[in-house]
């Protein structure tokens, strides 16, 4: 009951704002920032699903009894076995020791997280 409450008040509110935005023709911007605002909460939650927390990942360890990761032969951070013979990582492309396949869609080109 109360929700219902809440949702017909903001219903009314809303309602009210547009009438406000439409006489003083300014509905089209407010429509602009309404899809600003939509893109951006979808970017922060595509953002958080893709690029996630790297650090509690160690599938690449070898299991051995000293926690060192045995595929980082330079210990740079990265793994060894994505680089080419000439020791460069072709994965990190902007050199900031994670490896940038998940850079190549759309979102994380424009925003960087």
Same mark, same amino acid.
Not at 49 to 61: E, T
């Given at each position: *009951? *109360?929700?219902?409450m809440m949702m017909?008040?903001?219903m009314i509110v809303? *309602? *009210?704002v547009i009438m406000m935005m439409m006489m003083m023709g300014m509905l089209m911007m407010m429509m602009v920032m309404m899809m600003m605002v939509m893109m951006m909460m979808l970017v922060m939650t595509m953002g958080i699903?893709?690029? +996630? %927390?790297?650090? @509690?990942?160690? %599938?690449?360890?070898n299991d051995s009894d000293?926690?060192?990761?045995? %595929?980082?032969?330079?210990?740079? +951070? @990265? %793994?060894d076995d994505v680089c080419n013979s000439d020791g460069y990582d072709y994965d990190d492309d902007d050199d900031d020791g994670d490896d940038d396949d998940n850079d190549n869609i759309f979102f994380?080109?424009?925003f960087k997280f």
């Open positions: *009951m *109360m929700m219902m017909v008040i903001v809303m *309602m *009210m699903k893709l690029n +996630g %927390d790297r650090d @509690d990942d160690d %599938d690449n360890d000293d926690d060192r990761d045995n %595929d980082d032969e330079d210990d740079d +951070g @990265d %793994d994380f080109k424009m």
